[in-house]
């Protein structure tokens, strides 16, 4: 039973197309040991059969959760904004419905919230998982790779979002009256944890919290789709806080690395190759993605015709260092 004592938690949960994950998603939710919270769920007019399971959960479980239908599709940022009206609590947790959530999530956030008064924002770790087979590709954060970190709104101009969203809790009184920026019809969440760490610290919980699934359909796996209004929401970074244009360099560099990488992956070596140059370009002292002189060997190899290899053989690296960090825990 909740306390007066136990700040409202409002769940922030996007879906669509969700119908193979929501019930799993949602589950880990009601499974949480936190008590005072409220579900709401936007469903952006999926035509699998998602919206008929979140209205059966709405039906189970009155007064938790909540269910926003749509007969058309709104859009990433859109259908965010239209829950976030929706959401009454003191805090906001974020969460996509074909992620998980392990056990004591809330109720760990909640209590470093109550021990750091001046934050905003806290995440938690996050385990990737392979959506087929169930089986943990590697961890958000590790002594390897993307390390924790906390403190301001510098932060978010280090690198692109360096967290999962939905191992992000917010205060709602930092978030600006705007909600998401419309300019950005998909993309919007790291402008959106800019503009929250405006207004007060971020921290971090360590321990893995929060899983999120890889499969065909994530939206950042359609990275050239992204590129154009992951480079706009930094325009629009940079036209709010211009004290931090000469640092949004390094998310730019990181972005069209990152693309490249993808581009890599899918086989067009050509193309990853002209957005490796971009990235040196934006930046050439590289960003936390590819850091010098990795983004400089990048570009080289694509010269000279050694991308395959040269992908191969990071391949194997990073197995490794993976296999190393899995160990650690």
Not at 166 to 189: K, L, Y
Not at 231 to 253: D, F, T
């Amino acid at each position: 039973m909740a306390s007066v004592n136990d700040p409202r938690v409002s769940v922030h949960v996007l879906t669509y197309q969700h119908r193979d994950f929501i019930r799993q998603a949602l589950d880990s939710v009601l499974a949480q040991d936190y008590p005072n919270l409220e579900i709401v769920v936007g469903d952006d007019a999926s035509t699998d059969g998602t919206a008929a399971i979140i209205a059966e959960y709405e039906r189970a479980h009155p007064g938790v959760v909540k269910a926003l239908l749509s007969d058309r599709n709104l859009g990433i940022t859109a259908n965010a904004n239209r829950i976030l009206e929706q959401c009454t609590g003191e805090f906001i947790a974020w969460f996509a419905g074909d992620d998980e959530w392990l056990p004591g999530k809330l109720s760990a956030q909640v209590a470093w919230f109550a021990k750091n008064p001046d934050a905003v924002l806290c995440y938690t770790n996050t385990e990737i998982f392979d959506s087929e087979s169930g089986r943990p590709l590697r961890l958000q954060h590790d002594r390897m790779r993307n390390r924790f970190r906390g403190g301001g709104i510098e932060q978010m101009f280090r690198s692109a979002t360096f967290f999962a969203s939905s191992s992000v809790m917010t205060r709602r009184s930092a978030i600006p009256s705007h909600g998401f920026d419309a300019r950005v019809r998909n993309v919007s969440d790291w402008l959106l944890w800019v503009d929250v760490a405006s207004r007060g610290r971020i921290g971090y919980v360590r321990d893995v919290y929060t899983r999120y699934r890889l499969h065909s359909a994530n939206i950042m796996k359609r990275f050239d789709a992204a590129l154009a209004e992951q480079l706009v929401a930094i325009g629009i970074a940079e036209s709010r806080y211009p004290q931090y244009v000469g640092a949004a360099k390094r998310i730019r560099a990181d972005i069209l690395f990152a693309t490249g990488v993808e581009r890599l992956r899918s086989g067009d070596t050509a193309g990853a190759a002209r957005m490796f140059t971009y990235a040196v370009r934006a930046r050439w002292m590289g960003s936390p993605y590819a850091p010098f002189p990795l983004n400089l060997v990048a570009v080289a190899a694509g010269r000279l015709g050694l991308l395959p290899l040269a992908w191969r053989m990071w391949i194997r690296v990073r197995s490794f260092l993976v296999r190393a960090s899995f160990a650690r825990r």
